[in-house]
């Protein structure tokens, strides 16, 4: 009897949510993902991400007749870096940006530099499909961009963290 009481307000409470919510379907489809990658235990190996990812970003780019974007490895550590800071704050950031991107302007003679961010996603489809339905982030994504580097790394429960750095150099 406890179960089938626990199973009803459950479903009650969902019922209540949804009737009442006035959050996009993509946005709850976000919510739902991040509250459950949040409680279950995932395989996620960073290095295929890294590639899997990568490659979706130049094929979106390709899509719309834009440029591939090289891989800076360079850059990389700037990338690693930075989620290594938004997982030991357990939150998505772009704090010290400014910092980031002046060093890797100095070393690359880079003209322009920008950054996505992303934690929790499960598979670099579900990564690139967020970026895509985010202004910001697809912005920076279709940017006029020559080079990139792109970090995936786990926290203690295994969740991936995102950090992709865009870059124009002439």
């Known amino acids: 009897m406890k179960k089938y009481s626990g199973v009803t307000l459950v479903m009650v ?5 949804a009737s009442c919510s006035k959050s996009s379907s993509e946005e709850l489809d976000q919510l739902y993902t991040e509250a459950n990658t949040g409680n279950e235990k995932i395989t996620v190996d ?8 990568l490659l979706l970003v130049n094929e979106h780019r390709s899509s719309l007749g834009l440029n591939t ?20 704050k357990n ?5 010290n940006f400014e ?7 100095d070393e690359m003679n880079a003209l322009l530099i920008s950054e996505n961010v992303a934690r929790y ?22 940017g006029d961009f020559s080079h990139t580097t792109l970090s995936v790394q786990l926290d203690k429960d ?13």
């Open 158 to 170: 295994g969740r991936p963290y995102f950090t992709q750095i865009f870059i124009k150099v002439e």
């Open 99 to 105: 910092n980031r991107a002046a060093k890797i302007a």
């Open 91 to 95: 939150k998505l950031s772009h704090d």
């Open 46 to 53: 960073p290095i295929k991400m890294e590639e899997d990812l």
């Open 13 to 17: 409470f969902l019922l209540l949510f």
């Open 69 to 88: 974007l090289v891989k800076s490895t360079s850059a990389y550590k700037y990338a690693e870096e930075h989620n290594d800071y938004m997982i030991s």
């Open 121 to 142: 996603y499960t598979s670099a489809e579900f990564t690139i499909d967020a970026w895509i339905n985010s202004t910001s982030h697809r912005e920076a994504m279709e």
